[in-house]
Nanobody, 124 residues
Framework: QVQLVESGGGSVQAGGSLRLICAAS????????MAWFRQAPGKEREGVAG???????SYAESVKGRFTISKDNAKNALYLQMNSLKPEDTAMYYC??????????????????WGQGTQVTVSS
């Protein structure tokens, strides 16, 4: 059974950093396209960052230069390093995966495995 479990969320002040971890089980992350999405209260879920193939990374414009997505095949995990956090980054963050290659990384309907989410709160 394929499963994703996120951790690493929390409350920080603006300008701070957090590192989210998505632990995968039941499949090797090396064979999957994966991404981080987030959903703020009253807003639609949006793609934050994605990683496809041999570490082809993509980012939403709002996080470019501040967030870094990475994957550790040996640990079977996905990471999101978030620096220079802003209050507008406050949201529930979700890890998502799908086997194989994706042409587009940011469409949530293209992913068929999701974690339960981890909350990130950034105060000003």
């Amino acid at each position: 059974q394929v499963q994703l479990v996120e951790s690493g969320g929390g409350s920080v002040q603006a300008g701070g950093s957090l590192r989210l971890i998505c632990a995968a089980s039941g499949y090797p992350v090396s064979s999957y396209s994966m991404a981080w999405f987030r959903q703020a209260p009253g807003k639609e879920r949006e793609g934050v960052a994605g990683i496809r193939g041999i570490e082809i990374t993509s980012y939403a414009e709002s996080v470019k230069g501040r967030f870094t997505i990475s994957k550790d095949n040996a640990k079977n995990a996905l990471y999101l390093q978030m620096n220079s956090l802003k209050p507008e980054d406050t949201a529930m963050y979700y890890c998502a995966a799908v086997r194989g290659w994706l042409l587009r990384w940011s469409q949530e309907k293209d992913y068929n495995v999701w974690g339960q989410g981890t909350q990130v709160t950034v105060s000003s």
